[in-house]
């Protein structure tokens, strides 16, 4: 948003502030009124659409906090039932990728573990070790 200061000579006359007006049309005085004078139906029109996207948005970020609360309070019943919410939510990121991007994740994980000696399961390693005898 552009911001533009003018200076007038009458506002310097009587005492009040610089004005100061932005692209949407609103000019704004050291008391905080509207100038409603010369605005067009346009301006206020944008006031209009500025005012309610910023409303949308509140009402929006209330309703997130609400959801945030409500998962929170179903992850303690789930946890409650004996089941381990960081598990459950691993699957839920799981369940938002498809099965190829989950198969190449894997494939990463297993060779960066692989890598650093964390590689298998108990009976993955003895199976390696019979093959190495072998």
């Given at each position: 948003?552009?911001?533009?200061?003018?200076?007038?000579?009458?506002?310097?006359?009587?005492?009040?502030?610089d004005?100061?007006e932005?692209?949407?049309?609103?000019?704004?005085?050291?008391?905080?009124?509207?100038e409603?004078e010369?605005?067009?139906?346009?301006?206020?029109s944008?006031?209009?659409?500025?005012?309610?996207?910023?409303?949308?948005?509140?009402?929006?970020?209330?309703e997130?906090?609400a959801?945030g609360?409500?998962?929170?309070?179903?992850?303690?019943?789930?946890?409650?039932?004996?089941?381990?919410p960081?598990?459950?939510?691993?699957?839920?990121?799981?369940?938002k990728k498809?099965?190829?991007?989950?198969?190449?994740?894997?494939?990463?994980?297993?060779?960066?573990?692989?890598?650093?000696?964390?590689?298998?399961?108990?009976?993955?390693?003895?199976?390696d070790?019979?093959?190495?005898?072998?």
């Amino acid at each position: 948003m552009k911001l533009q200061n003018r200076s007038s000579n009458a506002g310097a006359e009587n005492g009040s502030m610089d004005r100061v007006e932005c692209d949407l049309g609103l000019a704004l005085h050291s008391g905080g009124e509207e100038e409603i004078e010369g605005m067009t139906a346009l301006q206020v029109s944008a006031q209009k659409q500025l005012r309610q996207h910023v409303e949308k948005v509140e009402g929006l970020q209330e309703e997130m906090k609400a959801l945030g609360a409500d998962i929170k309070d179903e992850m303690i019943v789930a946890k409650g039932n004996g089941f381990d919410p960081k598990i459950i939510r691993k699957i839920l990121a799981l369940r938002k990728k498809s099965v190829t991007e989950r198969e190449e994740e894997q494939a990463i994980i297993d060779t960066y573990c692989h890598a650093l000696g964390m590689a298998g399961t108990p009976l993955g390693e003895f199976a390696d070790r019979q093959l190495e005898e072998v």
